[in-house]
């Protein structure tokens, strides 16, 4: 299975804008690239997703490097809302579980006021 | 839509009890997940359901955890008989099932937090 690598944590401060890396070097030609958070006590939500292009969305912008091996998720602004669990991961079309999606550890953000 | 509805929302049970955890996805989406979370081992994938067949169920712990999908409407999680180590936060998960399955979003429920003691 495709694997990610991201920070443990990393820390922000409010309304600074804020760049969460992940690392996906065996990432396959049809691996899409999915990013969701999970706020306290809740369960997780979806950010974002792109395959080669950068994408903008309400809520976050996702920058993809150009072999597609390493990606970032940027929050223009952070706000205390936005301190959750960061998780990038890899969803792919073909083998035994197509369409699977399976979280790693992720980067837990905290964001100071 | 009132987005995936887990139930209940809390449960505790005594050792040795039979659980049964219920999921009712987004009407329309095909795929479902159930996943476990822990503070040891972070969300694992259970198992995955597309068109109420089970993809992938190799995050199964073992024969005292079964899961079903009669219809596309309601899913259930079995742990029967349950133990102390199946503490957890259980989710379940629904995505829209087409072929660019890869270009999806899921969409999880608030999640049953079970209790085992």
Redesign the interface.
Known sequence: DAKTTQPNSMESNEEEPVHLPCNHSTISG???I?W?R?LPS?????VI?G?TSNVNNRMASLAIAEDRKSSTLILHRATLRDAAVY?CIL???YG???????????TKLSVKP | DAG?IQSPRHEVTEMGQEVTLRCKPISGHN?L?W?RQTMMR????LI?F?NNVP??DSGMPEDRFSAKMPNASFSTLKIQPSEPRDSAVY?C?S?P?TM????????????TRLTVV
């Open positions: 049809t691996d899409y999915h969701y999970q809740q369960g997780p939500e979806y997703h395959l998780y969803r792919g079309r035994g579980s197509q369409g699977n999606l399976i979280f790693g550890k992720g | 995936v795929s997940f996943y972070g969300l694992e994938l995955y597309n993809i992938d989710f998960a995505s099932s660019w399955q890869e270009r999806t979003e899921a969409f999880f429920g608030q999640g």
